[in-house]
């Protein structure tokens, strides 16, 4: 094993750079040291995964260095490593409720730029993201993106999350119906105050598919409505997708599921959207059939 070690063309490499540091006793101590060395690879081999690595850490490359006359092992992470926790860091600054896992995992690079409006709306995410990290605060006004069902609507919020992610900010993405429903269900577990909050507070707060359920007065006015005051007077960035466009959503949102109309407590709503968003339609077709 001995002659093994010191015949090793990178353990020969590095006790030429330390001649001077290394006499043949200190050698000769360090050879479990240097056996572990070599016993191991020291660049990436490349697999998709880290779990498949065969040295002693997964995901880590050993680097021989000298300390007070003794050899010292460090451990560097690969290059899979690296980007396995950079994709884990983008993951973790994304928070969804209730969005398909493939609306989360969306990029700008793949939207279908085929249409006009889908420029557009390409073109201001792209400038909301330069905006944030040129000036390094967050601009206060998001976008209400509308269209038929089916355009990518949906997947516009996922891949300008992740724009946002890759430079440290956090999005909380919800699809609306969904969370209506179990803010309904938190007033049995007492959690209702501190889901709200979690959400108004969001640093990018993104929603998706308001309008897609006829509402009680009480989501409305107590969940949305405090939602959007809050957001509105901390400026806090706001992202929603509907079919209905500002006109619409409005005569939808004065629809309860009692059957009355309630025009002033819609329209109170929508100024706070308004105040919050910027309207854009997307345009195409269904992509979902």
Same mark, same amino acid.
């Given at each position: 094993?001995?002659?093994?070690?010191?015949?090793?063309?990178?353990?020969?490499?590095?006790?030429?750079?330390?001649?001077?540091?290394?006499?043949?006793?200190?050698?000769?101590?360090?050879?479990?040291?240097?056996?572990?060395?070599?016993?191991?690879?020291?660049?990436?081999?490349?697999?998709?995964?880290?779990?498949?690595?065969?040295?002693?850490?997964?995901?880590?490359?050993?680097?021989?260095?000298?300390?007070?006359?003794?050899?010292?092992?460090?451990?560097?992470?690969?290059?899979?490593?690296?980007? &396995?926790?950079?994709?884990?860091?983008?993951?973790?600054?994304?928070?969804?409720?209730?969005?398909?896992?493939?609306?989360?995992?969306?990029?700008?690079?793949?939207?279908?730029?085929?249409?006009?409006?889908?420029?557009?709306?390409?073109?201001?995410?792209?400038?909301?993201?330069?905006?944030?990290?040129?000036?390094?605060?967050?601009?206060?006004?998001?976008?209400?993106?509308?269209?038929?069902?089916?355009?990518?609507?949906?997947?516009?919020?996922?891949?300008?999350?992740?724009?946002?992610?890759?430079?440290?900010?956090?999005?909380?993405?919800?699809?609306?119906?969904?969370?209506?429903?179990?803010?309904?269900?938190?007033?049995?577990?007492?959690?209702?105050?501190?889901?709200?909050?979690?959400?108004?507070?969001?640093?990018?707060?993104?929603?998706?598919?308001?309008?897609?359920?006829?509402?009680?007065?009480?989501?409305?006015?107590?969940?949305?409505?405090?939602?959007?005051?809050?957001?509105?007077?901390?400026?806090?960035?706001?992202?929603?997708?509907?079919?209905?466009?500002?006109?619409?959503?409005?005569?939808?949102?004065?629809?309860?599921?009692?059957?009355?109309?309630?025009?002033?407590?819609?329209?109170?709503?929508?100024?706070?959207?308004?105040?919050?968003?910027?309207?854009? &339609?997307?345009?195409?077709?269904?992509?979902?059939?």
């Amino acid at each position: 094993m001995r002659r093994e070690i010191l015949e090793n063309p990178r353990v020969q490499e590095f006790l030429a750079r330390h001649a001077d540091e290394l006499s043949y006793d200190n050698i000769e101590r360090n050879l479990p040291k240097l056996h572990e060395f070599i016993s191991q690879s020291t660049e990436c081999c490349g697999c998709d995964n880290t779990e498949h690595c065969t040295n002693y850490l997964k995901g880590f490359l050993p680097t021989l260095r000298v300390v007070r006359n003794t050899v010292e092992i460090d451990y560097v992470r690969c290059e899979q490593k690296i980007r &396995e926790e950079e994709r884990r860091d983008v993951a973790n600054m994304i928070a969804s409720m209730h969005m398909p896992k493939d609306v989360l995992q969306a990029t700008i690079h793949d939207l279908s730029i085929d249409d006009e409006s889908r420029v557009m709306i390409a073109q201001k995410a792209a400038q909301f993201v330069k905006a944030t990290k040129e000036s390094g605060h967050l601009p206060s006004k998001g976008f209400y993106l509308y269209g038929k069902f089916g355009v990518g609507k949906s997947f516009v919020l996922g891949a300008l999350a992740n724009e946002l992610a890759s430079i440290k900010i956090r999005s909380v993405v919800v699809f609306v119906p969904e969370f209506l429903r179990e803010m309904k269900n938190a007033i049995g577990d007492n959690t209702l105050n501190e889901k709200i909050d979690y959400i108004k507070k969001a640093p990018v707060l993104m929603l998706d598919d308001l309008g897609a359920e006829t509402m009680t007065a009480w989501t409305r006015d107590e969940i949305l409505g405090t939602i959007f005051h809050y957001r509105m007077a901390e400026q806090l960035p706001t992202f929603i997708t509907s079919n209905f466009n500002y006109g619409e959503l409005e005569h939808h949102l004065a629809q309860s599921q009692k059957g009355d109309i309630e025009v002033v407590k819609a329209g109170r709503i929508m100024e706070r959207i308004k105040a919050l968003t910027e309207p854009i &339609e997307m345009r195409g077709n269904n992509r979902r059939m």
